[in-house]
């Protein structure tokens, strides 16, 4: 089964600052790709980051950048400069291309507050 | 062009009423999805669809049903509808392999 753990529920950080939230999946997928959504209050979902997991290479966008360790099954998302827009909700999701038949699977989600 | 749309934006339904929820896009993805997002929540899939007459259950799909005619068109049925139900719905679509989800606004939906 194909599944996507968030152990934190919620985290704060100064403006300004660097703030990591952690994911974790489980897959039995060779070829997938995971990605970090944000979720302001306007209940809008948006995009942060994307990586395929064949790729060795840790995605970059900016402010934002993952940690993907594959062996290890887990996929951070470093938020970097924090700024107040930064608040909202972000859930980390997977997605397998082949057992899995696209189905896209979230996490629960972790509450980020960036504090002036 | 408009996305993915979803209508209607907000509706309350009392215990055992039935209703559809529609979603239409105009990117011409094959990949759709239903999510339901409670308060406080992730989301969760009730159902997708890799293409026109493919329909498959997701994580949370008892209590409701899907169709898939057309590429366009995704809609969701609520059959009986239970206060179980009430939560924020959904509707996204993808292009495929690595494509992301794009996501329409959402519908409230509250039962009473």
């Known amino acids: 089964a194909q599944t996507v753990t968030q152990s934190q529920p919620e985290m704060s950080v100064q403006e300004a600052e660097t703030v990591t939230l952690s994911c974790t999946y489980d897959t039995s997928e060779n070829n997938y790709y995971l990605f970090w959504y944000k979720q302001p209050p306007s209940r809008q979902m948006i995009l942060v980051i994307r990586q395929e997991a064949y790729k060795q290479q840790n995605a970059t966008e900016n402010r934002f950048s993952v940690n993907f360790q594959k062996a290890a099954k887990s996929f951070s998302l470093k938020i970097s400069d924090s700024q107040l827009g930064d608040t909202a909700m972000y859930f980390c999701a997977s997605v397998g291309l082949k057992t899995s038949y696209d189905k896209v699977i979230f996490g629960p989600g972790t509450s980020l507050s960036v504090i002036p | 062009n408009a996305g993915v749309t979803q209508t209607p934006k907000f509706r309350i339904l009392k215990i055992g009423q039935s209703m559809t929820l529609q979603c239409t896009q105009d990117?011409?993805?094959?990949?759709m999805y239903w999510y339901r997002q409670d308060p406080g929540m992730g989301l969760k899939l009730i159902y997708y669809?890799?293409?026109?007459?493919?329909?498959d259950k997701g994580e949370v799909p008892n209590g409701y049903n899907v169709s898939r005619s057309t590429t366009e068109d995704f809609p969701l049925r609520l059959e009986l509808a239970a206060p179980s139900q009430t939560s924020v719905y959904f509707c996204?679509?993808?292009?495929?392999?690595?494509?992301?989800?794009?996501f329409g606004e959402g519908s409230r939906l509250t039962v009473l």
């Open positions: 669809s890799v293409g026109a007459g493919i329909t």
């Open positions: 990117m011409n993805h094959n990949y």
């Open positions: 996204a679509n993808r292009q495929g392999d690595g494509g992301e989800l794009f």
